[in-house]
């Protein structure tokens, strides 16, 4: 079977992704992690940074486009294509995700007031739809047998609120996050395993889907890089450190290890986005002759 | 209205590219880009081999996916089912490219000449091509079954796929005549009597895009 790679999208289109899913995950596991357990520190800082990490995906993805001064048009076709509909939702969440953490620096208490609730709920909606958003925008390039997909909303998703809680556990040893630090342990310990959950439905998915070009493409994403960085690394190895962390819970120790398991989980978030990115091959053309 | 459509006959294409090089010298194709190829397949195994050609032009598919996906509404579907696309509103962001399934979409990254430095041919006023031929960088192109011929042909009153006026190029140039062009909601037509008769097929059908090229068995 005859099937050429795609070389259409690079790295900006990578970073994007990453920046963007991981931004709207940063935002979301911030904004209930405040409703939940009111504002801290940590999640202050999570809300401001979730939307300015999706601005930088935007960033990269307008240094990829041909013509970047046609940007704004890119929002005209919003009833077909899911790149449209992603411009109109990445700065509105942007927009709204912002003003959500800026405006207790005027108003402190607004995070727990009506407004502020209403607000933050809103941004977290947008939250939702930009970490699926990726994986709409892939599935529906229907060259790419790989891509073409409907698990991969899922996938891209709780890759992000996996990757979003990640940065919190990476920047938590600045702050002084007491038990809070422990339920976020526990909620990547819960994204994590559901993306392993995904992964494995998108192997299933092979068994039922009738298309060589899908199978052969899954052959292909299974390198022993992808195994090594985005399975084990990104995965298994993260989930083993939260297990271990729970028997040094409060000392110095378990913030030491509960960062480290956020770095590792943010590079498997990455290294999954580029493998997906890299993997994704034409259909073959060829015919029973 | 017509519907166009091509009929390409694999019993007698001979693989020799000409259709690809007619293509690329109607179109004025700048380097790199290929609106038309013809891929070139070796089937079975040694000692047993033999080859097979596809020609691939764009296939004007009646859903195309390249439109739907594309976020500046750049291209478009005439009433006649030929796709096309305005180079002034692309956005370049080639996601048209990866949605194509028969990769009939190219991005014009860079301007390049064919020997290095601007020739006369290379540099003829844009303002005299057909729009479809001012290319522009940064923006994606693809076969437009010489649009240009088509309408002017029609202009004229011919027979659009009969008359050499009326008729793309790469089915001008086919050497062993293994292309036919026509209106495919004419059931009298050369084309449609072809698919009909011939139990003519399209390629990669099951993603439904409901191609306008159709495919004749060797």
Known sequence: ?289 | MAKWGMVIDLKKCVGCQTCTVACKVENMVPPGIFWNRVYDYEIGEYPNVTRRFLPRPCMQCEDPVCMAVCPTKATTKREDGIVSVDYERCLGCSYCELACPYRARTLHKKKEYYYGESTPYEDFSYELRAPHQRYMVGAASKCTFCVHRVDKGLAKGLSVGQDPEATPACILSCIAKARYFGDLDDPESEVSMLVKDKKGFRVLEELGTDPSVYYLTP
Not at chain 1, 64 to 76: C, I
Not at chain 1, 105 to 110: E, K, M
Request: glycine residues 10%; positive net charge.
């Open chain 1, 1 to 289: 079977m005859v099937m050429e790679k795609q070389h259409s999208w690079g790295w900006q289109v990578v970073m994007d992704v990453f920046l963007g899913g991981i931004g709207a995950g940063l935002f979301l596991v911030s904004f209930l992690l405040d409703q939940i357990y009111g504002p801290t520190q940590l999640t202050n800082v999570g809300s401001i940074i979730g939307p300015v990490l999706v601005l930088a995906g935007i960033f990269f993805l307008l240094i990829e486009v041909g013509k970047p001064f046609n940007a704004p048009r890119a929002f005209l076709n919003y009833g077909t294509s899911w790149m449209s509909r992603g411009v109109i939702l990445q700065p509105m969440l942007i927009a709204l995700g912002l003003l959500y953490a800026l405006l207790p620096l005027g108003f402190p208490d607004i995070k727990t007031a009506a407004a502020g609730i209403v607000i933050g709920s809103l941004a977290a909606l947008l939250a939702v739809l930009v970490g699926m958003y990726h994986g709409f925008l892939f599935s529906q390039a229907r060259g790419i047998a790989l891509w073409n997909n409907p698990l991969l909303p899922m996938l891209y998703f709780v890759s992000a609120l996996a990757g979003g809680a990640g940065v919190l556990l990476l920047i938590s040893p600045i702050f002084d996050m007491g038990v809070i630090l422990s339920q976020l342990g526990a909620l990547v310990t819960i994204e994590l395993v559901l993306l392993c959950l995904v992964l494995v439905s998108m192997w299933l998915l092979a068994t039922v889907r009738p298309s060589r070009a899908y199978r052969e493409s899954l052959r292909r994403l299974m390198t022993p890089n992808f195994v090594g960085v985005s399975l084990l690394i990104g995965n298994v190895v993260p989930l083993v450190i939260l297990i271990i962390s729970l028997f040094v819970a409060g000392t110095t120790a378990y913030s030491a290890l509960l960062a480290i398991t956020g770095v590792l989980v943010l590079v498997g978030a990455y290294h999954l986005r580029h493998s997906i990115v890299t993997a994704g091959h034409h259909y073959s053309l060829e015919i029973s002759f």
